[in-house]
Nanobody, 122 residues
C-alpha cells in the first residue's frame, strides 16, 4: 500500500489542524493505520493508531484528549484531528500502515508515507 500524507502547516498554540493520509492499493480496511511524529533531534514517536474494521483506537498519553484519529475505508483515508495544539507538538507527522494487527510499535509498521510538517508557534 502507498500512503500520501497532507494537511500540515503553521498554526498558533491553541489552534487546530486536520491531517489526512490517503492510501492506494486494495483492501485498505485490512490495515491498521498509525500516526507517528518526529521532532528535530528526536526519535520518531507514536501518536495514535486505529484498527482496520472495528476502528479501535489507541493514543499516546501526550495527545490523549486533544487528538482524534479516524478513518473512512470507502475513501481509503485516515485522519488525525489535532486540537489545542502546543509548541511541543511541532514535528514532521508520518502516517503508517501494517496488516491486521493493532500496534503502537514503530518497527512493526511496514508502509510509510512521506511526512507532513506541523509547526505550532507560541
Amino acid at each position: 500500500v502507498q500512503l500520501q500524507a497532507s494537511g500540515g502547516g503553521l498554526v498558533q498554540a491553541g489552534g487546530s489542524l486536520r491531517l489526512s493520509c490517503a492510501g492506494s492499493g486494495r483492501s485498505f480496511s485490512r490495515y491498521t493505520m498509525g500516526w507517528f511524529r518526529q521532532a528535530p533531534g528526536k526519535e520518531r514517536e507514536f501518536v495514535a493508531t486505529i484498527s482496520g474494521v472495528d476502528s479501535i483506537t489507541v493514543y499516546a498519553d501526550s495527545v490523549k484528549g486533544r487528538f482524534a484519529i479516524s478513518r473512512d475505508n470507502a475513501k481509503s483515508t485516515v485522519y488525525l484531528q489535532m486540537d489545542s495544539l502546543k509548541p511541543e507538538d511541532t514535528a514532521v507527522y508520518y502516517c503508517a500502515a501494517r496488516a491486521l494487527v493493532l500496534t503502537t510499535t514503530r518497527e512493526e509498521y511496514n508502509y510509510w508515507g512521506q511526512g507532513t510538517q506541523v509547526t505550532v508557534s507560541s
